[in-house]
Nanobody, 126 residues
């Protein structure tokens, strides 16, 4: 497993943008897929976006497609989530996750990820 630390959350008005970062420890960051999930109060954790180890493939939940972009910089051991045109329904705690034990590709199920960050709060006001 690796240690993941998210940052970049905050309060933003609807229509605004935020960029989340997730810094990973360890020297094998470039060898595993990463994902972003979110959990709103009273709701289950849901998939947001995933990116392959190389960054060449990405996949998004329908709810964020066209507004969010996942990317990674393997030289910096960091994965990003650029969030544009934010909506109040995007309000949640956002978590990054890594597949360090098994390669499930662009996994959408939280059980396909074995390492998780502590989360960062994103609040979108209307």
């Amino acid at each position: 497993q690796v240690q993941l630390v998210e940052s970049g959350g905050g309060l933003v008005q609807a229509g605004g943008s935020l960029r989340l970062s997730c810094a990973a420890s360890g020297r094998t960051f470039s060898s595993y897929a990463m994902g972003w999930f979110r959990q709103a109060p009273g709701k289950e954790r849901e998939f947001v976006a995933a990116i392959s180890w190389s960054g060449g493939s990405t996949y998004y939940a329908d709810s964020v497609k066209g507004r969010f972009t996942i990317s990674r910089d393997n030289a910096k051991n960091t994965v990003y989530l650029q969030m544009n045109s934010l909506k109040p329904e995007d309000t949640a705690v956002y978590y990054c996750a890594a597949q360090t034990q098994e390669d499930y590709g662009l996994g959408v199920d939280q059980y396909e990820y074995d390492s998780w960050g502590q989360g960062t709060q994103v609040t979108v006001s209307s």
